[in-house]
DNA sequence: TGGTATAACATGGGAAAACATGGGAATCAA
DNA sequence: TTGATTCCCATGTTTTCCCATGTTATACCA
């Protein structure tokens, strides 16, 4: 079977005056052991920016890709909408990837950002927009409590 | 595993008075890797213009002969427009390519183009419509948001 | 165990390459 | 010839690449 590859961790790096920030080393071993290349856009429901491997969207098209679905009107506004908004970021020889002015803005981030992952994506937040979100979720997730199941939390 | 080809981001190039607008760097080094050429064509339901790989239509054209039964008298028809109208879209040393006066027209372009990633096929649009296209169908999507899977949209 | 050497990593800055774009010469067609 | 199309070169800008430095983590040894 296939080695399965999971984003982990949270990591605050900076980011500078060109808009360049380290990828996170553990997930630059992703990328490179996948073969693969990171691939961002602009979360559709935080301010944050999201990222996965480009394989991850590659299977989405492969779904759109049959001729039955090539006229229609739904699916085409959503290709429009995620395809028209990611972009490859490969990173350098030092590990940086260079972040595009309008996923910054969306994420309002400035001069540090924060790598959150989510298994098979990861998400960048500014530092501060995260804590509140982190906060927001824990209670979120106590509030639900009981209804968790098979994830450990039966003792 | 074949290596992926997805045409992504949105690019505005500015369109010179010869009709030449460079393609985007991203999309030149598919078509080379491809093997294969850009094709356009003036879409069906949008003013603007859908631009694939000859591979995607390939595909399309054999998927039509081979069952006969599997599509509907309209997609029949709706195939035979596209071809119809499609044209191959080589792009010369400088990375340029030149849109009829039948495209550019459809689609309203007059100095500037916004190209559009939309997976396996990508968009040219007027860049005010473009603007307005992307409006819609962010609150189009979002009013359907619960429905949407394996978008990276679970969070 | 404590301390030091070594390697990996994050980060800054500058050099080099790639890119978008304008213009002109050469080529072709009506 | 006229108009259009292709090819080539020039230029300014952006992006990518490479080297240097300080910091942190890991390995090693006494």
Not at 18 to 39: H, N, T
Not at 44 to 73: R, T, W, Y
Not at 82 to 94: E, H, L, Q, V, W
Request: charge should be negative; charged fraction near 30%; aromatic fraction near 8%.
């Amino acid at each position: 079977m296939r080695k399965t590859f999971l984003f982990m961790d949270t990591v605050l790096n900076k980011v500078d005056a060109k808009g360049r920030v380290s990828l996170p080393s553990d997930y630059r071993a992703i990328v490179k052991e996948s073969e693969s290349e990171i691939v961002c856009y602009r979360s559709l429901c935080a301010p944050c920016i999201e990222g996965c491997l480009e394989d991850l969207l590659e299977k989405l098209a492969s779904e759109m890709e049959d001729s039955l679905d090539f006229f229609s009107q739904k699916q085409d506004d959503l290709t429009n909408l995620i395809f028209g908004d990611a972009k490859r970021y490969p990173f350098d020889s030092t590990g940086r990837i260079m972040l595009s002015e309008k996923l910054l803005k969306h994420a309002q981030i400035t001069d540090s950002a924060v790598f959150v992952g989510k298994g098979r994506k990861f998400q960048i937040w500014n530092p501060e927009n995260w804590e509140k979100e982190e906060q927001r979720i824990r209670t979120e997730v106590l509030k639900n409590r009981p209804s968790l199941k098979g994830a450990g939390n039966e003792s």
